[in-house]
């Protein structure tokens, strides 16, 4: 099955720098890729997503890149605000019935 | 438009208890997950449903653990007897299923288990 891995565990910013979260994954058919914000004692929410037939997306401040060869994708957060820390879950999806499997997290701390 | 709504949102019970979780998912989404997270880690899929049908729940431990999706819209997860190992959040998902726009998964606020 699939396998995620997400690095680095933890990650400290200042704010206004950017913040670059990296996940690899191994199954040549996972083609859905979304990435979740989950702030302490709270829901996991999708903040954005990429499928294989793209190669980067942006929403606002935050964007990802998706590289299939390499088989890894990253989520970038440009002008970090307090607001942002949280923990950052990538994950990896095969296409059909295939299911949703996630890395183990990047703790994201904003400093002001 | 209402999110997906699981109760309760925490639980204490002592070992070899039973407990039930419940999730009402987004209206009109076929597709039912139950996620376990324990504490530093992501989500790992226990079991999903299309419809009332439990089509994946090759991680579900079947000796303690049961859940069911009757008329394919709220569900239940039971276990019975809990084992300390259990403690963890207890995660609700639905999607409207199918391909592109239908696989985006929204999560519920989850059940905090702590067997003691």
């Known amino acids: 099955g699939e396998n995620v891995e997400q690095h680095p565990s933890t990650l400290s910013v200042q704010e206004g720098d950017s913040a670059v979260i990296k996940c690899t994954y191994s199954?040549?058919?996972?083609?859905?890729f979304p990435w979740y914000k989950q702030e302490l004692g709270k829901r996991p929410q999708l903040i954005i997503d990429?499928?294989?037939?793209?190669g980067e997306k942006k929403d606002q401040r935050i964007a990802v890149t998706l590289n299939k060869t390499a088989k890894h994708f990253s989520l970038h957060i440009t002008e970090t605000q307090p607001e942002d820390s949280a923990v950052y879950f990538c994950?990896?999806?095969?296409?059909?019935?295939?299911?949703?499997?996630f890395g183990a997290g990047t703790q994201v701390v904003v400093t002001p | 438009e209402a999110g997906v709504v699981q109760s309760p949102r925490y639980k204490i019970i002592e070992k070899k208890q039973p407990v039930a979780f419940w999730c009402n998912p987004i209206?009109?989404?076929?597709?039912l997950y139950w996620y376990r997270q324990n504490l530093g880690q992501g989500p790992e899929l226990l079991i999903r449903?299309?419809?009332?049908?439990?089509?994946?729940d090759s991680q579900l431990p079947k000796d303690r653990f049961s859940a069911e999706r009757l008329k394919g819209v709220d569900s239940t997860l039971k276990i019975q007897p809990a084992e300390l190992g259990d403690s963890a959040v207890y995660l609700c998902?639905?999607?409207?299923?199918?391909?592109?726009?239908?696989?985006?998964?929204?999560f519920g606020p989850g059940t905090r288990l702590l067997v003691l």
């Open positions: 998902a639905s999607s409207l299923g199918g391909q592109g726009a239908g696989e985006t998964q929204y």
């Open positions: 199954d040549s058919a996972s083609n859905y």
């Open positions: 990429i499928r294989s037939n793209v």
């Open positions: 994950a990896a999806k095969p296409g059909g019935w295939g299911k949703l499997q």
């Open positions: 209206s009109g989404h076929n597709t």
């Open positions: 449903y299309e419809n009332e049908e439990a089509v994946d």
